[in-house]
């Protein structure tokens, strides 16, 4: 679709973020990228092995530098990691750059959505949903802040996500 601005994917782990994405750039035709992946394909090693060899500093340096890569691309549908918000240099490119859809999920959605997965390194605790709680407590405030829309993710399935993004995005630009 053309005129259609980028959109940037923001929110917790577990919020549906690649799903959503997927969908949304092949109703738009567009290129879907995932700030993570792309971060591991670059450095070649997943996300845990950033974390134990560069920490979790490294980690956000190279997401900052794939995120300020990345929202300079035409015509894309970004789907950026859980954390990509508390850089302020991060935020300033989202809103700078596209249109930012704050993808919001109940910690109890986000624990349930994440449960089975080794790939998250700050999950890996022997409380995750204290984890989250605590991360959501910093970060909702910022993913508000970062967002042009809120679209909750709870209560229905992803296609009807992706109906109502469309639907809301277009009336911010008419
Ligand atoms: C993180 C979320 C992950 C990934 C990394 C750190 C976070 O992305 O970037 O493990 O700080 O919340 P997803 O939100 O895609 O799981």
Redesign the pocket.
């Known amino acids: 679709m053309q005129g259609f601005p980028n959109l940037f994917l923001v929110?917790?782990?577990?919020?549906g973020?690649?799903t959503i994405g997927r969908l949304l750039a092949a109703e738009l035709q567009r290129d879907f990228v995932?700030?993570?992946h792309e971060?591991q394909g670059r450095c070649g090693a997943d996300?845990?092995w950033i974390?134990d060899v560069e920490g979790?500093e490294g980690?956000r340096e190279r997401?900052r530098q794939i995120i300020e890569e990345l929202t300079q691309r035409p015509e894309i549908v970004l789907?950026?990691?859980?954390?990509?918000v508390?850089s302020e240099a991060n935020r300033r490119a989202l809103r700078e750059r596209g249109t930012v859809i704050y993808l919001y999920a109940t910690v109890e959605q986000q624990l349930r959505r994440?449960a089975k997965?080794r790939?998250?390194?700050?999950?890996r605790h022997k409380d995750p949903e204290a984890v989250l709680r605590g991360?959501f407590e910093v970060?909702d405030p910022l993913y508000r802040a970062t967002a042009d829309l809120v679209i909750r993710t709870d209560r229905r399935g992803p296609k009807s996500v992706v109906n109502d993004i469309l639907r809301r995005v277009t009336r911010l630009i008419d």
């Not at 790939?119 to 999950?123: D, M, V, Y």
């Open positions: 929110g917790p782990m577990g919020a973020k690649s995932d700030s993570d971060i996300i845990p974390f979790e980690f997401e789907a950026t990691g859980g954390g990509a508390i994440t997965d790939n998250r390194p700050l999950l991360l970060r």
